[in-house]
T-cell receptor
Framework: NAGVMQNPRHLVRRRGQEARLRCSPMKGHSHVYWYRQLPEEGLKFMVYLQKENIIDESGMPKERFSAEFPKEGPSILRIQQVVRGDSAAYFC??????????????FGPGTRLTVL | AQSVTQLDSQVPVFEEAPVELRCNYSSSVSVYLFWYVQYPNQGLQLLLKYLSGSTLVKSINGFEAEFNKSQTSFHLRKPSVHISDTAEYFCAVSVKSGGSNYKLTFGKGTLLTVNP
């Protein structure tokens, strides 16, 4: 059973470009979470999605960031008009259900975004 | 809001020595507690978690952590480390009650380096 897949692993963008980060959850998992790790910081929750629904986006910056988890295909985190402050590691996690904090979240290896 | 403090950013030890990685948290409500480990170029993996019951929890590879409510701590220990334990370790919490208990709040991580 393959783990959570994220691609690309490394992404370099120039200021003003768009970044698209992909996450394929573990087989059988329908809950996806995105976290961001800024330099010298811990991982911070961004958004929680189920298939075709955004459940909680309270951690997402209000502008330029969006996320989706379509019925078919991976979850996408999109950052428009990137700025240097967006440089970070973005981690995706998935779980089979959402039984509160008791449900283990399985993490991908992360995408390291560098904005020049 | 919750916060997690990992007091040591780096912990170097020699093989077969004991180790303790410290974690303190702050929360106005009851929490679940987790330790995740990240090996190089891999995603975060759950090492152990405290949900309820016995305050001492153990992993399959010899780590253990004890929940201390009065000191709001969840320190991770291993009596004898191996080279293969070299990794970054993250402490995390999520709230027990309410609708957002899937949100993990992480510390900044502790890099454990085991030297021969």
């Amino acid at each position: 059973n393959a783990g959570v897949m994220q691609n690309p692993r490394h992404l370099v963008r120039r200021r003003g470009q768009e970044a698209r980060l992909r996450c394929s959850p573990m087989k059988g998992h329908s809950h996806v979470y995105w976290y961001r790790q800024l330099p010298e910081e811990g991982l911070k929750f961004m958004v929680y999605l189920q298939k075709e629904n955004i459940i909680d986006e309270s951690g997402m910056p209000k502008e330029r960031f969006s996320a989706e988890f379509p019925k078919e295909g991976p979850s996408i985190l999109r950052i428009q008009q990137v700025v240097r402050g967006d440089s970070a590691a973005y981690f995706c996690a998935s779980s089979p259900t959402s039984s509160g904090g008791t449900d283990t979240q399985y993490f991908g290896p992360g995408t390291r975004l560098t904005v020049l | 809001a919750q916060s997690v403090t990992q007091l040591d950013s780096q912990v170097p030890v020699f093989e077969e020595a004991p180790v303790e990685l410290r974690c303190n948290y702050s929360s106005s409500v009851s929490v679940y507690l987790f330790w995740y480990v990240q090996y190089p170029n891999q995603g975060l993996q759950l090492l152990l978690k405290y949900l309820s019951g016995s305050t001492l929890v153990k992993s399959i590879n010899g780590f253990e952590a004890e929940f201390n409510k009065s000191q709001t701590s969840f320190h991770l220990r291993k009596p004898s480390v191996h080279i293969s334990d070299t990794a970054e370790y993250f402490c995390a919490v999520s709230v027990k009650s309410g609708g957002s208990n899937y949100k993990l709040t992480f510390g900044k991580g502790t890099l454990l380096t085991v030297n021969p």
